[in-house]
């Protein structure tokens, strides 16, 4: 007797349905992205870099093509080397001393601010003592107090002691940084633990050498955050040499920059106006190197000590 096997029928083969993409899912942890915050931060970032643009653009023309060309584009001539030359020449060359002007205010004014600046957050952020709340209180105050409105009772005072006219006038009240001082008492706090301290006591090391050995190697990120601050606020300072110095041979940079550019007021004064924007370029070089060798410090001293573990 013959076996039949069964015969399987074939199903038609389904047709394959499209496969829907499955939507992005948000990982903990990581910030969702926002068109709007990126939009907002590129009409910031193009509005701070506007100036700059054209401040570059502008060091490259002559006199006569700042008035014949549009501002954020070339002129036909190429004057920036010439602008160079004649910046570091023009009224005997005065431009140079306005320029170790600046750096002395700034190596002993903002160098001595983020030292003291340094020691005092160290200090009250691991040592206590009767009175820490009101000194805390004076610190707040002081940073909440702009320096303009300081600038007149620091010239009477200075004016009483005969220190008016001098480098001291601008390098004593630039050696005080509340803001700084603040900054490194908040990250003293978190960056130094105090059990650490305590084993350096036990092995026998003093107060100076817990600071100097222990201390301030952890506090180097904070501590070129604050000489970043000090140092832009020394540099671009404007208002107290204003106000202190009457001596062309101490003004710094922003001083002496508005000076030229003043004496297109007068009647027989020469316009410099190409002068006073490649100084102004001039001025603006260091700090942009500053920043880009030191932005690695600065922002690990901005974020370090935010969170705790």
């Given amino acids: 007797m013959a076996t039949t096997t069964p015969v399987r029928q074939s199903t038609p083969p389904k047709s394959a349905a499209p ?124 940073v909440a107090v702009p320096a303009t409105a300081l600038a007149v009772p620091t010239f009477l005072l200075f004016s009483k002691v005969g220190l008016t006219d001098t480098p001291w006038a601008v390098i004593i009240p630039s050696l005080i940084s509340p803001f700084g001082l603040y900054l490194m008492w908040v990250f003293a706090s978190e960056a130094i633990p105090t059990e650490l301290m305590e084993a350096a006591r036990i092995d026998g090391a003093g107060e100076l050498r817990t600071f100097f050995q222990v201390a301030l190697p952890l506090l180097a990120p904070g501590t070129v955050t604050v000489l970043l601050f000090t140092t832009v606020a020394t540099w671009n300072n404007y208002f107290l040499p204003l106000i202190m110095l009457k001596d062309p041979d101490w003004y710094p940079l922003t001083l002496g920059l508005d000076a030229w550019n003043k004496q297109a007021q007068t009647s027989d004064g020469d316009v410099v106006t190409n002068l006073v924007l490649t100084g102004s370029l001039l001025t603006v070089i260091p700090l942009i190197a500053a920043f880009l060798l030191l932005q690695k410090y600065w922002q690990s001293g901005l974020s370090a000590g935010s969170v705790k573990e």
Avoid: C, M
Wanted: net charge positive; proline share 4%.
């Fill in 19 to 142: 496969r829907l993409r499955a939507p992005r899912r948000h990982i903990p942890g990581r910030p969702r992205r926002s068109v709007l915050l990126t939009v907002l931060t590129g009409v910031v970032l193009v509005y701070s870099l506007l100036p700059l643009v054209w401040l570059l653009f502008s060091a490259t023309k002559s006199q006569e093509g700042l008035a014949r060309s549009f501002g954020l584009w070339l002129d036909s001539d190429f004057d920036l080397w010439a602008n160079i030359a004649d910046t570091f020449a023009y009224q005997d060359g005065v431009f140079v001393r306005w320029l170790l002007n600046t750096l002395l205010y700034v190596v002993v004014g903002a160098g001595g601010a983020t030292f003291l600046a340094v020691l005092g957050g160290y200090a009250l952020a691991k040592f206590d003592f009767p009175g820490k709340k009101a000194v805390f209180a004076v610190v707040i105050g002081a």
